[in-house]
């Protein structure tokens, strides 16, 4: 969702009926709305009303939509910001924008105390469990394995050179991914130079004509190459006079296209490295099993942290009540000791303050005792319980919930 329509959303949301506090999470295979909710049944109808208005959904499709409440909210949010969610389990980009959705509802006024807290802390857990854990260390993409084998090659990929034959949508990703390991030259070739230039544009390189890739292959320090060609684009012969021009430099070659750019034979050449679909796919086999465990242990480390936070959440949930019974007692007292002075008359001095005292000390000593009480009884986990009978006896309004309102697939597709 852009933000030319996501903050309309979180202003418009966040005054609907039932919600209080709301967080819109909008990636490429996801749309999920966060939501402090004052009444969780009103506040999914608020968000479904909201997408049948603005993007005509219609009744039937409410099938594809899923609720979380409560601590399956909070380990649902916990996972998502880890990457334990994602397609691709453990991958990084989710964690920023995560983040990302924190900070626009923030700024939009509808991320307060409550969903602050969650986002904070479930940013800290993604923190933790990547450095804790081995789930970010194994490639388990294509264009990520390449990018983690040209790292055991050059070591800092800092101020490498990077060329692209052809112009693929994997190529594209796994240069994005070199830059953000902080490659910086990017020039790009192709047979239809136009095609060059507005990915050259795209990824902030330099496009080049596709007769003057042989003097910018001798300059290149990583090559990928995706050209959708039928046959070879570099042979031995090819890659014999380039390190003849590189006097040897090490070059490294991702061969992504299917079939083949690369020759296999360039592999006997001293100082060429070469790795085509078969190698990459091969170290995401191998690394995949790698990060599932790593994940499995993640897991164990967010149902920690989410019974923590809950805890705290549960002895914070109860605090309201807590100020709102001594409310309701204080205009108890007052309304009492009104009653008692117009029915008794003019008061001593002297009764006037001794009453004003019994009638605190009693307010004070039912005050404590609820309030000890509905600690305990959020230590307990039975708070809910319990506050709803104490805000029942005093008449008191209902307290917030949390809730995750994430919307499934079929939604998302009408609502980019």
Known sequence: ??????????????????????????????????????????????????????????????????????????????????????????EPEITGQVKAAWTKARQAGTSRNFLDAVFQKALSVAKRVRSETAIGQAAVSVPYAAVQLARQIFGDLTARTVLILGAGKMSELAVRYLVASGARAVRVTNRTYEHAVALATDLGGTAVPFEQRWAHLAEADIVISSTGCPHFVLGVEDLQRVQQMRRGRPIFLIDIAVPRDIHPDVRRLPGVFLYDMDDLEQVVARNRSERLAAAAQAETFIAREVERFMEKLRAVHVVPTIVAVRQRLDEIKAAELHRYRTENGPLAIEHEQAIEAFAEQLVERIANQLARELKVAAQQRRADVLAEAVRHLFRLPRSTALAAQPAGHAPLEGSR
Not at 9 to 31: D, F, K, M, Y
Not at 38 to 58: H, I, P, R
């Open 1 to 90: 969702m852009p933000d030319s329509r996501l903050f309309p959303a979180l202003q418009h949301l966040v005054q609907a009926a039932g919600i209080a506090e709301i967080v819109i999470l909008s990636t490429c295979n996801r749309t999920e709305f966060i939501v402090w909710a004052e009444d969780l049944e009103l506040a999914s109808t608020s968000v479904f009303d909201y997408l049948s208005q603005q993007f005509g959904l219609q009744e039937k499709e409410r099938a594809f939509f899923y609720s979380l409440v409560a601590a399956d909210a909070v380990r649902h949010i916990f996972r998502v910001a880890s990457g334990l969610d994602s397609m691709v389990v453990g």
